[in-house]
């Protein structure tokens, strides 16, 4: 029984652990609609759109083919989709990090095979 108890609070200590790992973060994630020399204004996946200000220690990465590689806000783009790690402040949110790719084109079609003669 006392070792029941034990696995009890060590998964409990262990779930609270995970909650706190993002330090209080929160992740916007969505399409740039509108880029500021400040802010970025994000349209999310419920339509919502929220600005996220910028800061000098702001680090940029975009993504592309599966490597992120480093960046600079003059890189981003309308319709760009980002993930931005932010941090409350006052009345806003403070992006401490923003990973963005481009959107994927729509490959064209392939030319119709022939059909062969009979």
Do not use: C
Not at 33 to 42: A, F, I, M, R
Not at 49 to 61: G, P, Q
Request: hydrophobic letters at 45%.
């Amino acid at each position: 029984m006392r070792i029941r108890w034990i696995s009890i609070l060590l998964l409990l200590a262990l779930a609270a652990g995970s909650v706190s790992a993002h330090g209080g973060k929160v992740h916007v994630v969505g399409t740039v609609e509108k880029t500021n020399p400040d802010s970025l204004v994000v349209k999310m996946k419920d339509g919502k759109s929220v600005e996220v200000k910028l800061a000098a220690s702001t680090v940029y990465l975009e993504r592309n083919n599966n490597q992120d590689k480093p960046a600079k806000l003059a890189d981003l783009a309308t319709g760009d989709f980002v993930v931005i790690h932010a941090t409350p402040k006052d009345t806003g949110l403070e992006a401490g990090q923003v990973r963005f790719s481009r959107p994927v084109a729509p490959k064209a079609a392939a030319p119709a095979a022939p059909k062969p003669k009979p």
